[in-house]
């Protein structure tokens, strides 16, 4: 159910459409999907599944430069489970840990379909991933890792997109990160994005890239360096609080968001959380103003 002055739906993105409008008027809408129907067949190691499922490519913390099937935007904290897609899936599960996964995605509209591979493999302690993709107008190659320095985690994906039209520049996505959790229960995290894509100047740059944007591996931010620093800590067993502060370098776009949690039972979790966005104005030159802020308070029940 959404209300208020800027009310907008996405389109639906399947290749079936599965959502549908119970009231749809300019400030009032209530709006049903289907987010998840398939059907598996399982036998041994082989699984193949066809329907509207989530595709995990994923391997880093916060960007996934692998995740060619489901990009999303971390500043959307009301959906942690991210979007399905319909596909066609192949996984074969091998020894020691490795793995094959193909995935089909229809589509109706030409050079709009996607057929891609990922192969997973653990080695040294390492988790390794590679991938290679028919991926719209570009051919993708891809992977990633996932492992520890001493006692920190050290994460990355990179995918390299070919364009099929000469005209079009290729483009790379990087994505790093380290944590590490303190005996106190201190958690901090920190991750840097590179986009060859994205803006360097400020005057290039709208809010509208970060809020509104429809996201893919190709772009998942809008700066072409961005860095990010999270920490988090439980004041009691039942209240734990974060801090997650990000900065477009060239843009000049700073995010600030402070959260605290209660988990009130079992299967009740209440949420404060805190957004605000700060930029660099271009129109009268004074300098980095905050041009957005909200504060949202969330209930979710567990079942």
């Known amino acids: 159910m959404f209300f208020g002055d800027e009310v907008r739906v996405p389109e639906p993105y399947g290749y079936v ?39 995990n490519w994923g391997i880093n913390t916060i960007w996934n430069s692998n995740d060619l099937f489901n990009a999303y935007n971390f500043i959307d904290f009301d959906y942690i489970e991210r979007p399905g897609s319909d596909v066609v899936r192949f996984q074969y599960t091998g020894d020691d840990l490795s793995s ?9 509209i030409d050079n709009s379909s996607v057929i891609a591979a990922l192969y997973r493999i653990n080695t040294m302690g390492y988790d390794f991933q590679f991938l290679t993709a028919n991926y719209y107008d570009d051919v993708a190659l891809g992977g990633g890792w996932a492992g520890n320095i001493k006692n920190a985690g050290f994460k990355g994906e990179v995918t390299y997109f070919i364009s099929k039209n000469s005209a079009q520049k290729n483009s790379t996505s990087l994505s790093t990160s380290i944590d590490y959790s303190f005996k106190n229960g201190f958690y901090v995290l920190g991750s840097h994005l590179y986009n060859s894509n994205g803006f360097s100047e400020p005057e290039k740059f709208s809010l509208q890239s970060v809020t509104q944007n429809v996201l893919s591996p190709k772009n998942l931010m809008p700066s072409k360096n961005t860095f990010l620093i999270q920490t988090s800590a439980f004041i009691t067993p039942a209240i734990n609080s974060s801090l997650t502060f990000l900065y477009g370098e060239g843009i000049n776009f700073f995010f600030f968001s402070p959260n605290i949690s209660y988990d009130i ?39």
């Open 17 to 55: 459409d599965l959502s549908h409008f119970f009231v749809n008027n300019p400030k009032f809408k209530m709006h049903s999907m289907i987010d998840r129907m398939w059907v598996k067949y399982q036998k041994e190691k082989i699984e193949i599944s066809i329907g509207r499922q989530r595709v």
């Open 100 to 108: 094959l996964d193909i995935v089909y995605k229809p589509s109706t």
């Open 265 to 303: 039972n079992s299967s009740l979790d209440a949420s404060l959380i805190g957004q605000f966005f700060y930029m660099e104005n271009m129109e009268n030159s004074s300098g980095i103003e905050n041009v957005l802020k909200g504060i949202y308070l969330q209930f979710k029940y567990s079942f």
